[in-house]
């Protein structure tokens, strides 16, 4: 336990005085803060070596700043007391905040343990903590990084409770930050144009929907974001912010807040639902600053671990670090007479059975994906062998194989459980209204008490018809109100996705609902209890059908209910709790259609997207046809988290050595993983198979074993230069530079379990 260091004067002076020049400095291993006599942060040292004040002059960062969503307002420390551990800030509208603050090794703990007088506060903020760093920014875990080899530090934050999120009190939809930002790594190597400045936003690409056509600028100066724990001035400089709000209480939002998108039309108000017992105070963080280079494996780990946050591994080891990366296998042509021969031979552990179609999740099933007594044979070999999910994954469970299946979240999707015939009362209502009239089963004349917000679409109905409102139990179409008294729906479908129309009687309540969107995602949005079931359920999945992998397709839609963050730790928090009370063998590994910062400490790996708009083998570029495969490159990285190819390279008759050889050189160069596609036809017609399969295994095994330093990592990352790597002896290896398809320079590698990963 570190000591506090008292700059100005005595201790005991401290204990009773405000003295405008009293200072108090906390410090860790490797970093220090000094806190003035206004509870604001003035000073952030690395203590690892000779370094500036990373706390900019002109903009000290307040250690909590309350908010006032009604008047739009924020409230700032004046006046700061420390005693026994706990700090006293006193604010402006005559709050007082209790705040512990703990110095452990490699962190500070701060908590909110009180806060005085807190009428019409209904969030408080960690922050903004402001630093003078420019180089590499964090957004979804809050950190700001100095990666140059003068510097190598980085300064973060880390959330310790599921209601601390990151972003800011004034956003209150807590959607998060989206669109692209003007932020350049590299003044030098990457300078701005004259007509943009640093902080710019600018929304997405193309038609707004498309997953490919977000990402349209593949100049290094935009940035891509995916969370808002962290942001940058005009000058460039990176700040870092998380918040905590006060759920207990029903209120209306305006969603999305803070995402630059294509059009307003996109926006519409949400009443959002209350949260009994979930409240700001007990909000905690943890407040590093590292060696960039460690702190990853070092700091970051170490508050994960004594915090209790999760700590999901995979092959033993923790889902960050670096050498436990790994590609998966993601399967098309529905043939599987070889897949898990094909993944031994590589080495690889888990198969993504992505040709059996989405898995929509039905309560009804109870996790029987193929009915209790396994009677739905859903694998089929050519041999006339049948298999149901739970079968097929134990008979890969004897190989430590894994199945995994791709599904659509929380979907309520037709002809589930808690869709149609009778939807669910637990779905997630975005406005609630009244019928003013009585009307038959068959009347599509529906007048309603007011016409709030009833004209807003909600986005999807842009695309396909799920503008929904729910009487009873049947669920109506319609798009929009009419003008005037007496207020009606318009173009109303009756009995709607197979709800049975009824009589509803004046006064009954009339619920516009949340939906997800078209192509096969087609549902209805729980609410956040509901959620918690589905959550559950996914874990029951996993114990009884067999399924250790997920591909969360439509993430996104644990945002939906408008609690952000808190919504996707609880879920994910709710489905490992479930499969530990069901003793799983393993952790269940999961990707998705998303990455935040609610998910970054379950999630695995973010195997999205594919093909050459992430990464082109034959041009060697990330992206050759959108800037996907930069964009989700440089958001992974800045966030310390695995980069991904996507679903990307099958191997097919015209498949060569030496593309893999690159593929796997560069994976590991920059840290990345994949789902590698196979499809038995194609595989069996490439006369290299075995070729690639040992490349793939070869390298994968280096990697695992931690071979490869930094400056060996950094040359991988050179697409101009090729590679080849051979086995000479258990744990060693020999890389060689290829030249005109000749062996040259030579470096021998050697297992270290010691050393900490870094990918640069």
């Known amino acids: 336990m570190k000591k506090i260091a008292y700059s100005f004067v005595a201790a005991a002076f401290l204990l009773c005085s405000c003295n405008s020049n009293t200072q108090n400095s906390f410090q860790t291993d490797y970093f220090s803060i000094d806190v003035d006599s206004r509870g604001y942060i003035t000073g952030m040292h690395n203590l690892t070596r000779e370094s500036r004040n990373f706390s900019p002059a002109d903009r000290p960062s307040p250690l909590l700043a309350l908010y006032d969503s009604h008047l739009k307002r924020y409230y700032y420390p ?168 006060d759920r207990r209480k029903e209120n209306t939002i305006y969603t999305p807040e803070g995402v630059a998108l294509v059009s307003d039309k996109f926006r519409y108000h949400q009443q959002r639902q209350a949260v009994p017992s979930v409240d700001y105070i007990g909000s905690s963080i943890a407040l590093w600053g590292s060696p960039d280079s460690t702190a990853l494996m070092d ?12 700590h999901p591994t995979f092959n033993g080891k923790w889902v960050k670090d670096p050498t436990a990366f790994m590609p998966d296998l993601q399967t098309y042509g529905n043939l599987y007479d070889s897949i898990a021969s094909y993944a031994k031979q590589m080495g690889l552990k888990a198969i993504n059975a992505y040709d059996q179609g989405f ?14 007594d396994q009677s739905r044979k859903t694998y089929r070999f050519s041999d006339g062998t049948r298999l149901s999910h739970r079968e097929y994954a134990d008979l890969l469970a004897k190989d430590g194989l894994i199945l995994g299946r791709t599904n659509i979240t929380t979907s309520l999707a037709p002809g589930t459980k808690d ?51 729910k009487i009873g139990k049947e669920l109506i179409h319609f798009a929009g109100v009419s003008s005037e008294k007496p207020y009606r729906l318009l173009k109303v479908s009756r009995g709607y996705w197979g709800t049975v129309p009824a009589a509803h009687c004046k006064g009954e309540t009339v619920d516009k609902l949340q939906a997800t969107t078209c192509w096969g995602y087609e549902g209805l949005i729980p609410n956040l209890e509901l959620q918690d079931e589905f959550a559950r359920y996914y874990a029951d999945v996993a114990g009884r059908s067999g399924l250790g992998l997920y591909d969360f397709d439509g993430q996104e839609f644990l945002f939906f209910n408008g609690m952000g963050g808190y919504s996707v730790k609880r879920f994910y928090r709710t489905m490992f709790d479930q499969a530990t009370k069901l003793n799983l063998p393993a952790d269940i590994r999961f990707t998705g259609a998303g990455l935040s910062e609610g998910s970054w400490h379950y999630q695995s790996v973010w195997n999205v997207g594919g093909g050459k708009n992430i990464y082109d083998v034959d041009l060697r570029v990330w992206g050759s046809t959108t800037s996907q495969g930069k964009d989700l490159r440089d958001v992974t990285y800045a ?119 870094f990918v640069p």
């Open 359 to 372: 898995l929509v999740p039905d309560r009804a099933n109870e996790g029987y994906l193929d009915r209790k």
């Open 419 to 469: 869709c149609s015939p009778f939807p669910s009362d637990s779905v997630c209502v975005l406005n609630r209204h009244y019928l003013s009239e009585d009307i038959s089963e068959s009347d599509t004349l529906i007048y309603v008490d007011t016409p709030d917000y009833l004209n807003e679409l909600i986005a999807s109905e842009q695309f396909c018809p799920l503008n929904f409102v």
């Open 299 to 310: 700091v970051i780990q170490t508050i994960v671990l004594e915090e209790g946050l999760p």
């Open 639 to 757: 966030n310390y988290f695995p980069s991904s190819f996507g679903v990307n390279f099958p191997i097919t008759a015209t498949s060569t050595v030496e593309q893999y050889e690159h593929i796997e050189a560069t994976a590991i160069g920059y840290g990345a993983t994949y789902f590698l596609k196979i499809g038995q036809e194609d595989v069996e017609s490439c006369p290299l198979k075995y070729a690639i399969f040992n490349v793939i295994r070869t390298w994968e095994e280096a990697r695992r074993a931690n071979a490869f330093p930094t400056y060996i990592r950094k040359m991988l990352q050179n697409p101009a230069l090729s590679w080849r790597l051979e086995k000479k002896a258990d744990k060693e290896w020999t890389l060689y530079r290829m030249e005109n398809g000749q062996k040259g320079r030579s470096f021998d590698l050697r297992a270290d379990e010691k050393r900490i990963c």
């Open 78 to 245: 004046q006046k700061a007391r420390y005693a026994g551990g706990k700090y006293q800030l006193e604010y402006e509208n005559g709050s007082v905040a209790t705040i512990r603050l703990e110095e452990k090794d490699k962190y500070l703990k701060l908590t909110l343990e009180d806060l005085t007088s807190r009428e019409g506060i209904d969030g408080v903020q960690w922050g903004n903590y402001y630093t003078n760093i420019n180089n590499i920014l964090g957004e979804m875990i809050g950190v700001a990084r100095d990666t140059t080899a003068a510097v190598c530090y980085a300064i973060g934050v880390l959330a310790l409770d599921d209601n601390t999120i990151g972003g800011e009190s004034r956003y209150t939809s807590e959607t998060g930050a989206g669109g692209y930002i003007v932020h350049t790594p590299d003044p030098e190597k990457y300078p701005l144009p004259l007509n943009l400045h640093a902080g710019e936003s600018f929304s997405v690409g193309g038609d707004g929907f498309s997953d490919v056509a977000f990402y349209n600028r593949k100049e290094p100066f935009y940035r891509s974001l995916y969370g808002s724990a962290a942001g940058v001035d005009c000058n460039g400089r990176i700040n870092i912010r998380y918040h905590s709000r």
